[in-house]
């Protein structure tokens, strides 16, 4: 039987390489064109046999006869997330590479890649990039075994250390390795392959060593199927109307066929209007009628509504019944939630999939997930979190919009364009969140605040008076009670109001109204400037107690309001 190519998923930290290494490959320069040097959107390459032998002269030389057409590369962003781009059945990618810098070694984002290749049963070789960087480095004539070996020997001392030092810490994660030209069994160790895409040593030993693999162990995986299936990457629109990006991992896919595509809530009954099929190093396309597996194509799509990135599709041949019954179950088992916990939106099942994965191996637990803009169901699920875990009142978004009219008031929404950082963002505003937690129950009602009076702002002057404030340190909440800078008692306060609304707490730099009973504005606060939280010696003690829940000029205030108290310090 005829097989395909592999589908090859380039992975690892940010800023180790990847895109340069496939830059290399296909002879283009994508890299210096991205945002801030990292890929942000996944994006495919077709890999002829062609290209191969031309990249690899290894081959000729060895005498290899290649069976494989060819690959279709992925390159994907920094972050692990996207190692988990999903087909019917487990991960969409046959053999990884993942880039590791020589010197870095394994960094977080690193060890979160292994994680998921681990649980996809994906199998991988390792690019340790950038030799070129271990200084004192020259690029030789010689194969790169030949060239490693005569190097000088402090520079060979600093290669073996970062080596040694990197298949340590890979064996700490499971897994074996050894340089790809010691290896006796690949079956059990992974391959190393030392390489430098800046001055291309060990890119044509990348390509045998991917080649090899592909070879010996997956060419009964790579036969073609007789149905269409693939994985739907993006939706897009054009003059011509919806169509769909996507990947066709088996099968041969015709215009005309009927497609089911999973969806979120129910699968999408479409049919292919016209297909178009990307061109070997380019992301221009070409129109066909015919397009076999694997290849990245694009879909003129009778029915768009409901597909949503990362779904899997396949063409209707047998039982329509059955193959819904299957999508409904796989989505659904994909997504496994919690009694409580977070919200999770994301642009892609593969993506949504893999960051919840992430958030579970850091113990976060999510109430409910989806696909799409954060909406306001959305943010109502985060608010009902508030009377329940206040540190789940908060909403992650990974490449997706937040729709208008959405009221975030009381909740947090975290969003990033570097994925890799939205659950560090996560943890830190937790832990920032949780010393505020703390700091309330610890103190009570009782709480640091310094209030410059707004004279120019007086609405009523009793009965009680409202008047205009600026929060200069600290939180103000209703019925605190205030004292002025020379130690007038003056009143709690009753009401507040900021922008036309009713609030119960305030905090540093907002202006806004309060209402204070009982005090007759002109008389006596005409001449005051400020207005402090009052405080009593015991709660003085315990916020000095707990002097690191308290910011710089909380600590500041509490000195002044102790001064004007005269508290003994």
Request: net charge neutral; glycine share 8%; proline share 2%.
């Amino acid at each position: 039987m005829k097989i395909r190519q592999p589908i090859v998923t380039v992975c690892g930290h940010v800023d180790h390489g990847k895109t340069s290494i496939l830059d290399v490959f296909r002879g283009t320069s994508v890299q210096s064109g991205e945002a801030g040097g990292i890929t942000q959107k996944i994006s495919f390459t077709k890999y002829s046999l062609e290209q191969i032998k031309k990249e690899c002269p290894l081959i000729a030389k060895e005498g290899v006869k290649l069976d494989i057409p060819g690959f279709l590369f992925i390159d994907t962003p920094g972050h692990a997330a996207f190692t988990n781009l999903r087909k019917r059945g487990g991960s969409l990618a046959d053999l990884a590479i993942l880039v590791v810098s020589v010197k870095e070694g394994i960094q977080p984002q690193t060890a979160e890649v292994l994680q998921i290749l681990k649980a996809g049963k994906v199998p991988f070789l390792v690019a340790l990039n950038k030799i070129d960087t271990i200084s004192g480095w020259r690029k030789l004539d010689s194969g790169l075994k030949e060239s490693i070996e005569s190097q000088a020997i402090n520079v060979k001392e600093e290669f073996d250390e970062s080596w040694l030092t990197f298949q340590g810490t890979l064996k700490e994660h499971g897994f074996d390795s050894e340089l790809f030209y010691d290896i006796k069994d690949f079956s059990k160790q992974v391959a190393v392959v030392p390489c430098s895409a800046r001055t291309k040593e060990g890119i044509s030993e990348l390509l045998f060593v991917l080649c090899g693999l592909c070879q010996r162990f997956l060419k009964e995986k790579l036969k073609i199927g007789v149905q269409a299936k693939g994985v739907v990457l993006e939706v897009k629109k054009d003059r011509t109307g919806n169509y769909a990006e996507s990947i066709l991992y088996d099968g041969s896919l015709d215009e005309g066929d009927q497609l089911v595509v999973a969806g979120f809530d129910n699968p999408v009954i479409t049919k292919v209007r016209a297909i178009q099929e990307v061109l070997p190093l380019t992301n221009k396309y070409k129109v066909a009628k015919q397009i076999i597996a694997a290849s990245g194509v694009r879909m003129l799509l009778t029915e768009t509504e409901g597909i949503v990135s990362g779904m899997p599709f396949q063409e209707v041949k047998g039982d329509l019944k059955e193959i819904i019954s299957q999508f409904k179950k796989e989505v659904s088992g994909l997504i496994q939630l919690d009694k409580q916990g977070i919200i999770v939106k994301a642009d892609s099942l593969g993506s949504l999939e893999a960051l919840m994965t992430l958030l579970k191996q850091e113990n976060i637990q999510i109430i409910k997930a989806g696909i799409g803009a954060i909406g306001k169901s959305d943010a109502v699920s985060a608010k009902a979190n508030l009377e329940i875990n206040p540190l789940d009142s908060v909403i992650l978004g990974f490449n997706v919009d937040v729709e208008d009219g959405v009221d975030k008031s009381g909740i947090k929404i975290i969003k990033n364009e570097v994925v890799y950082k939205i659950i560090d963002d996560l943890k830190e505003w937790r832990r920032l969140r949780n010393a505020e937690i703390e700091k309330e129950r610890l103190l009570g009602l009782a709480t640091i605040c310094k209030l410059e009076i707004l004279h120019q702002y007086v609405f009523r002057n009793l009965n009680p008076a409202i008047f205009g404030v600026r929060i200069l340190a600290g939180k103000l909440k209703v019925g605190i009670p205030l004292i002025a800078e020379d130690g007038e008692e003056i009143a709690h306060v009753k009401s507040m109001q900021k922008d036309k609304t009713g609030v119960n707490v305030s905090v540093e730099g907002e202006e806004l109204a309060v209402a204070l009973p009982g005090v007759n504005f002109e008389r006596r606060l005409r001449e005051k400037k400020y207005l402090y939280a009052d405080i009593s010696g015991k709660q003085f003690r315990e916020f000095k107690k707990n002097k690191d829940l308290l910011s710089s000029s909380e600590l500041r205030v509490l000195q002044e309001i102790a001064d004007i108290k005269k508290i003994n310090v």
